[in-house]
Nanobody, 123 residues
Framework: EVQLTESGGGSVQPGGSLRLSCEASKYTFTRNGLGWFRQAPGLEREGVAC????????HYADSVKGRFTISLDNSKNTVYLQMNSLKPEDTAMYYCAALVYGNNCLRDSYNYWGQGTQVTVSS
């Protein structure tokens, strides 16, 4: 069973930065995908950034392009989400997820999920 553990959430003012980390246990990085998703109260869980480890391709949601960066450290089995220029609308619970087959950033395609880490952006 793949286990995903997120960390790095917190509260920050608009314009600030946070880096989320997700450590994956019992997971092979060589030919699958990892993604960050978020869910705000009353809204659907949406894909924020996904990386496909076989091809190296990366997908970002339009709302975070130019502000967020997803990266992998294979030696640590960890995927990161660097979030800069944060906005109040980025406030949500952020989840790390693992994809066994496929190359997309669609919530329903992902097989394993972490417990989430809260990000709050407010002044």
């Amino acid at each position: 069973e793949v286990q995903l553990t997120e960390s790095g959430g917190g509260s920050v003012q608009p314009g600030g930065s946070l880096r989320l980390s997700c450590e994956a246990s019992k997971y092979t990085f060589t030919r699958n995908g990892l993604g960050w998703f978020r869910q705000a109260p009353g809204l659907e869980r949406e894909g924020v950034a996904c990386v496909f480890t076989g091809t190296g391709a990366i997908h970002y949601a339009d709302s975070v392009k130019g502000r967020f960066t997803i990266s992998l450290d294979n030696s640590k089995n960890t995927v990161y989400l660097q979030m800069n220029s944060l906005k109040p609308e980025d406030t949500a619970m952020y989840y790390c997820a693992a994809l066994v087959y496929g190359n997309n950033c669609l919530r329903d395609s992902y097989n394993y999920w972490g417990q989430g880490t809260q990000v709050t952006v407010s002044s």
